[in-house]
């Protein structure tokens, strides 16, 4: 039977990209995908007839540059459209806008308050340091600092070297920034409520904490460290859904002679003599290989996919112990036509962003308090757009598609189970919120798919439906992500890698984790480094 | 200006500036240290609340004190008694299957949860040790260097290395994790989980869910490396323990005066050479050092305008936004538990059934009200010390949360339907205390603020997140005791470590002063 260098449990964007390169590298590799169709969380489906859904991830930003131009992505289809900017819509029938534009933002900024529009600058310039520092680890293995390797020892020096290069204070106000809520975070900037609602959002999507939980000013980061196009911290829709960004990953792979199979559950890794020989689907058949790569998040791959015999007792444990609760949902709507917004002056460019209906911290913490007690949000915080305006593509023109992201959503219900009849009703909050602030809207709804965590478990694969494979608090990043010990893409068992969202630098579009992984696979085998290590920054 | 002249002035007697002033007189300097209030302790005092009623109306329970401080003033030999020690900690149960902690054992849950909690304890000692190792210590500059910073991250390194892989590992992990996490991963009774929990959230505004609680557990249970298994009472209440600093400050050389309040910090060509009484009286030192909270010395006592803007916005961003009500009791009777023996109504008694019963408490508070069911640490001193009441009545001090310090409807308002609430909740653990009630007394925040000077009635002089803790305590720029502000220095709980009776924050303050004094 034949024998593969190499197979990647998971067709997500991280799987791919970890196929990509090694195939690259010239090894035979194998990706086993569940589904019928590939790209995991990254996928553009046709759910009702006409339009295309990105039905999980919805814009793009984080997807690191350098991989996307050493794997040809763009020659492999891929399209990003920028856009710049947010709005919050406030319950007095006005609005906050972000553009991208400096001299506008103040403007806006000033229309609320003065004293905020001029501590702006401030506030972007401290974000950007924070920004620039972890940028520099996005395509790094992280140091062991319980090792003695002259390598993990230099990584440690190096890390070291960075913060003491942003002076006493810099590394101070950086310890602070890491370990503060953005709620505080942004009291320290910000005085308007409707402001700091605005900007609050960006802490705490996909994360269970609340905006004045200590660690959420870190995960601002997580929405601020792309780029597209070189500009730091933009964002853009991916021309044809996100399933584009896995389409052309796919392509890309293919390129180098990898394989793709679908339909492929793995049931098992198969163990012998303490080395990961290969998979076992749950029909028994069975693939062979040197070194199987897992892109599941960190239960999954060993609570699910590993005898707890063939596992040493402290990753069980640490698995079992993995914080991943699932705090989000999502709405997919197709839209006869373009619903609109009588608080945005007309042909506004606010349309075009990602749109919010929260207009307070209070709202937003409350919105967390819920979710705590075993509730979806009644008054949730989301994230909408609407692609279908510059990507003609997502359906046919004149009608609209529309994206909504929700937060906070539990996977586990307070009053047991979650039933369809419980699923509607949570999406009904959110069609009835964004109501309020669009008259016409839910007479232009022809189709809605409504996702909990419980489907994006179930359907995508991620546990508890968490979308960056774990929680991205500190105690469950760099060196402790996913476990302490285990942080540089290796697994416990000989042969065996992870390389999914659950692992350095985490979740979000951004494919590093299975770059590095790649990496670090070809150091093991002894083969030329083909994986960029260096991080193209301004 | 007169012409008394010191060494050091101390503005504030609480306990921090205390040590502070007998450590610095110990070196041979002239100190005095300046008291607003009529007697020393500051949030160490005993207050009688009703006729023949004394309450400890600051802190309550003796539970972390450093034993090298308390050796070197010598505290007991300055009066310090206990009228108990080590004390139990019993988490109530409203069906009174009540669990009791001695130390690393608690009993009334099952054999798994005993094991686990021992394990949990014994790896917070080995915790403790390098903790109390840091807190002993000016926390380290991480860039501009001393020797002395050098040799502080070297220590902190090898105490980490010393704990060996698996618990650095640990403790990289949990420094940063909520309790409410750590207590599901360890036990599975309830009870001790919200027990647990309590121990991380006393005093600050957070709840077991709230990120840095597992800080605030191994913060508190430095005691068990101080070798108390629990907490104690001090004989007279804790005033007598602010007399035995002071007594013992006083035998060190220094002088304190009471009923002065300092209105300035005076200021000649950008540096702190003396301080102004309210009473128009100026007095000169070469150092200055704050024992009131951040906040108060540097908007209040030196004032803005000396202070360059970024660091004055440091102040003002500081957070201390106190949640923790006290309540007197006085009663006719020792009120009984139910299900609770009458032998053990005197050692530290919390209420709060399960975590989520007190994040459900704290909720309120970031909204600026009341909790409507409260958690609570109670204790009857009285049952070791009969000196507080009349013959055969009794006194129960509890702290209470949540009484957030900026509360929406006001405390005018609603202090009295806050305590009625604490009273029915008591009342359901202890059936018929109301009706033994003699007099009772909620100290809120603000009360706690004016009583003691304390900014938002913090104990802690400022939130002990971990933002505001360690090398960042109290703010970038006055985190090594010596300010912006040149021979002004801070030494109360503001300071690292922090607060709570422990003594670190005025010795490392008095150190930094002579090596400051030194190197000038």
């Known amino acids: 039977m034949k024998k593969y260098d190499a197979i990647v449990i998971g067709a997500g964007h991280n799987g791919l990209c970890n196929a990509a390169y090694l195939a690259k590298a010239g090894l035979d590799v194998l990706v086993l995908e569940r589904n019928a169709y590939i790209g995991g969380a990254t996928v553009s489906r046709e759910l009702h007839e006409g339009w295309k859904y990105s039905n999980c991830s919805y814009v793009c930003s984080l997807l690191r540059p350098e991989i996307a131009r050493d794997l040809e992505l763009p020659r492999h289809g891929l399209q990003v459209i920028p856009y710049h900017g947010g709005v919050t819509f406030s319950r007095d029938g006005d609005y906050f806008g972000n553009y991208g534009d400096h001299e506008r933002q103040y403007r806006e900024m000033a229309r609320h308050s003065v004293r905020d529009a001029n501590a702006y600058d401030r506030f972007s310039a401290d974000v950007m340091k924070q920004t620039k520092l972890i940028r520099k680890y996005l395509m790094t293995t992280p140091p062991d600092p319980t090792s003695f390797k002259p390598r993990d020892i230099k990584g440690l020096l190096d890390l070291a070297e960075s913060f003491t290069d942003m002076g006493e204070e810099g590394l101070l106000d950086t310890l602070r920034f890491w370990t503060m809520s953005i709620g505080d975070y942004l009291d320290e900037y910000f005085e308007t409520d409707l402001i700091k609602a605005h900007m609050a959002g960006s802490g705490i999507i996909g994360t269970a904490l609340g905006v004045y939980s200590p660690g959420t000013a870190y995960v601002l980061l997580h929405h601020y460290m792309g780029d597209v196009d070189g500009s730091v911290g933009a964002w853009g829709f991916a021309r044809g859904g996100m399933g584009a960004v896995a389409g052309a990953l796919e392509k890309s792979f293919k390129s180098f002679g990898g394989e793709v199979v679908c339909n492929a559950d793995v049931h098992r890794v198969i163990v012998r003599n303490g080395r990961a020989v290969g998979v076992a689907l749950a029909d028994g058949t069975e693939y062979h290989a040197d070194n199987v790569v897992s892109n599941l998040d960190p239960k999954r791959t060993f609570l699910e996919c590993f005898d707890e015999s063939d596992l040493p007792a402290d990753v069980v444990h640490r698995a079992k112990n993995f914080k991943i609760r699932g705090s989000s949902g999502k709405l997919n709507i197709a839209l006869d036509g373009l619903p609109t917004f009588p608080a945005l002056p007309k042909g506004s460019p606010l349309m075009l962003t990602d749109m919010h209906c929260i207009d307070s911290m209070e709202r937003l913490e409350r919105a967390y308090d819920d979710w705590k007690a075993g509730t979806w949000s009644q008054d949730p915080y989301i994230d909408m757009l609407i692609p279908s305006q510059v990507d003609p593509t997502m359906t046919e023109p004149g009608k609209h598609m529309m994206t909504v992201f929700v937060q906070y959503c539990p996977p586990k219900l307070a009053d047991g189970e979650w039933t369809p009849e419980k699923r509607d009703a949570f999406g009904q909050v959110v069609i009835d919120q964004i109501a309020q602030h669009s008259p016409d809207f839910k007479d232009l709804i022809l189709h809605a798919e409504i996702r909990t965590p419980n489907e994006i478990d179930n359907e995508v694969g991620l546990t508890e439906g968490n979308i960056f494979q774990g929680e991205l608090t500190f105690d469950q990043l760099l060196f402790n992500r996913p476990f302490p010990g285990y942080a540089q893409y290796r697994g416990p068992v000989q042969g065996m890698y992870m390389c999914g969202s659950g692992t350095h630098p985490g979740g979000g579009v951004m494919a590093a984790p299975g770059a590095n992984a790649a990496r670090e696979i070809l150091m093991d085998l002894k083969r030329p480094n083909v994986v960029p290590e260096s991080y193209l920054d301004d | ?520």
Request: aromatic fraction near 8%; charged fraction near 20%; hydrophobic fraction near 45%.
């Open chain 2, 1 to 520: 200006m007169t012409d008394s002249s010191y060494d050091a002035i101390i503005i504030g007697a609480g306990h921090n500036g205390l040590v502070c002033a007998s450590y610095l007189a110990k070196s041979g300097r002239k100190v005095l240290v300046l008291e607003a209030a009529a007697q020393p302790g500051g949030a160490a005092a005993t207050r009688e609340f009703a006729p023949g009623f004394k309450v400890s109306s600051g802190a309550h329970l003796l539970t972390q004190l450093n034993p090298d401080v308390a050796s070197d003033l010598a505290l007991e030999q300055h009066g310090l008694q206990f009228a108990a020690r080590d004390l139990k900690t019993v988490a109530l149960d409203a069906g009174g299957s009540h669990l009791t902690f001695n130390g690393a054992k608690v009993d009334g849950v099952s054999a798994e949860d005993q094991a686990a909690y021992a394990a949990f304890y014994k790896q917070n000692l080995r915790f403790a040790k390098v903790l109390n190792g840091f807190f002993s210590r000016r926390p380290p500059n991480m860039v501009d260097r001393s020797w002395g910073d050098n040799l502080s991250m070297l220590k902190l390194g090898w105490d980490l290395r010393t704990l060996g892989k698996e618990d650095m590992q640990d403790l990289l992990r949990v420094g940063l994790i909520n309790i409410y996490d750590v207590a599901t991963e360890h036990f599975s009774s309830e009870l001790l989980q919200a027990a647990v929990s309590m121990d991380g959230v006393l005093g600050s505004h957070m709840g077991p869910r709230s990120p840095n609680t597992v800080y605030g557990y191994l913060y508190r249970h430095l005691s068990d490396f101080y070798g108390m298994t629990g907490p104690a009472v001090v004989q007279g209440g804790m005033g007598a323990l602010g007399a035995a600093f002071a007594a013992a400050a006083t035998a060190a050389g220094v002088e304190i005066r009471c009923d002065s309040p300092v209105a300035k910090v005076t200021m000649e060509d950008c540096r702190a050479t003396g301080v102004t009484l309210a009473s128009g009286e100026r007095i000169a030192a070469r150092s200055v050092i704050s024992n009131a909270d951040p906040k108060t010395t540097f908007n209040r006592l030196v004032g803005y305008p000396q202070l360059d803007a970024g660091f004055a916005r440091r102040v003002h961003n500081f957070r201390a936004r106190g949640v923790a009500a006290k309540l007197h009791l006085a009663l006719d009777a020792l009120p009984a538990f139910s299900g609770l023996d009458a032998a053990m109504v005197g050692e530290r008694l919390l209420l709060a059934p399960d975590m989520d019963y007190i994040e459900r408490a704290f909720n309120h508070a970031k909204y600026g009200e009341y909790s409507e069911a409260p958690a609570m640490e109670i204790n009857i001193p009285t049952v070791h010390d009969q000196s507080l009441a009349p013959e055969g009545k009794h006194v129960l001090s509890a702290i209470v949360q949540f009484a957030p310090y900026e509360l929406k409807v006001g405390w005018e308002t609603g202090a009295e339907a806050f305590k009625a609430i604490v009273l029915d909740k008591l009342e359901a653990y202890a059936p018929g205390i109301k009706s033994q009630l003699v007099a009772a007394e909620l100290s809120t925040p603000r009360d706690l603020e004016a009583e003691f000077g304390m900014t938002g009635g913090h104990w802690h002089h400022g939130e002990l997140a971990l933002d505001q803790a360690l090398m960042m305590r109290p703010m970038p720029g006055a985190n090594q005791y010596a300010t912006p502000v040149p021979g002004l220095y801070l030494c109360g709980a503001g300071a690292h470590p922090g607060g709570g009776v422990m003594g670190l924050a005025g010795r490392n303050a008095a150190q930094a002063v002579i090596k400051q004094e030194k190197a000038a």
